[in-house]
């Protein structure tokens, strides 16, 4: 059976899976936190907790509340830096066997740009997944992907900064999705992710107060599954690139409907959290449908609910 995928065709360098079961960034910290629990080579690629510019300590406690069928996190982009993830983690997954994705985030499109460049060519690291879910400061806070034009700027900016390999991460907070997505493909993405959290909030009754210390978070988990299969369902259909789909998957069976709505591969996240072999058993159970349904080779399923 055939289930790698290419998910940068156009680009130089490529960027090919062994098999389409990526790990979501933020909920599987730098790859290493998991390593003793499972053989992580075996994912068709790892992708890491967002990196800054400069070290970030996150936001206030708490940042973590249950919901139900899902978690709101307000985490605010703790990590250790771009200097330090070159320096103290690149060179670890320089000898990895598994791909690993910087995911990245900023404030400014030049600190997109500026933490691509630095990341380009830096053995270990396969290509970059550009965060644009992030608070536009320059524009007064809405997030970068919430419209087109921002969408585009950042995604041109890092283009234009590397030659490795550029995913972008879609967020569902805006009024079109797929607007959003032809803007970032005609700004030379070489892959769409897809989605990241949904804005949300817990109250706490006793105190009167939001329970996360920032407020408002980002809702993820099987909740947010069904929008997130629709919105991989609705770019696929109007964008050539490969799409990365991600929300909610906790089995196979999940990953799957993601791959027949149109996703080359998808991203266990949350799902880790309660089961951190979740990513081994999705891969596990795509190959057993595989098997059972007599299906030789992975992109003969991609897509095909549209056809
Ligand atoms: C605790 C936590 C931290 C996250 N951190 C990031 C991040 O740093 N960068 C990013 O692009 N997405 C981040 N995400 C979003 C996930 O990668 C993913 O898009 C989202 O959780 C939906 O997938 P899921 O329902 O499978 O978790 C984070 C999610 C969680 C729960």
């Known amino acids: 059976m055939n289930l790698s995928v290419q998910l940068a065709p156009k680009n130089q360098h490529g960027l090919l899976l062994a098999n389409p079961v990526m790990t979501a960034s933020g909920t599987f910290g730098y790859g290493t936190e998991y390593s003793h629990i499972f053989d992580i080579q075996k994912l068709g690629a790892i992708v890491c907790k967002a990196t800054t510019l400069e070290p970030r300590d996150g ?3 708490p940042r973590l509340a249950e919901t139900p069928s899902g978690v709101l996190n307000s985490i605010g982009l703790q ?29 400014t499109i030049d600190e997109y740009a500026n933490i691509a460049s630095k990341l380009d060519g830096v053995a270990g690291i396969s290509a970059v997944e550009v965060n644009i879910s992030c ?7 809405a997030e970068f992907g919430a419209n087109p034009k921002s969408a ?7 283009r234009a900064a590397i030659s490795m390999p550029v995913l972008v991460k879609l967020t569902p907070n805006t009024g079109d999705i797929v607007k959003v997505a032809i803007a970032v493909a005609e700004a030379g993405a070489d892959a769409i992710s897809l989605i990241n959290t949904l804005k949300g909030m817990v109250i706490d009754i006793a105190k009167r107060r ?8 980002g809702l993820s988990g099987p909740a947010i599954k069904p929008v997130a299969l629709c919105m991989v369902y609705e ?4 964008v050539e690139l ?8 906790n089995t196979a069976s999940d990953a799957i409907e993601f791959i027949i709505a149109g996703a080359s591969a998808i991203q266990v996240g949350t799902a880790s959290f309660a089961n951190p072999r ?20 992975l992109t003969e399923l991609i897509g095909v609910a549209r056809y």
């Open 59 to 61: 936001n206030p406690q």
């Open 135 to 141: 608070p536009n400061v320059k524009a007064g806070g």
């Open 79 to 107: 990590n250790i830096g771009v200097n330090a993830l070159i320096k103290e983690k690149a060179p670890l997954w320089a000898s990895w066997q598994v791909p690993v994705i910087a995911n990245i985030a900023g404030e």
């Open 235 to 238: 770019v696929a259909g109007a």
């Open 210 to 217: 939001p329970l996360l210390g920032s407020i408002t978070g």
């Open 278 to 297: 979740a990513p081994l058993d999705v891969l596990d159970g795509i190959e057993q449908f595989m098997e059972k349904e007599g299906i030789d080779n």
């Open 152 to 158: 585009a700027e950042v995604t041109a900016a890092v």
């Open 242 to 249: 490969p799409l990365i789909g991600c929300g909610g998957i």
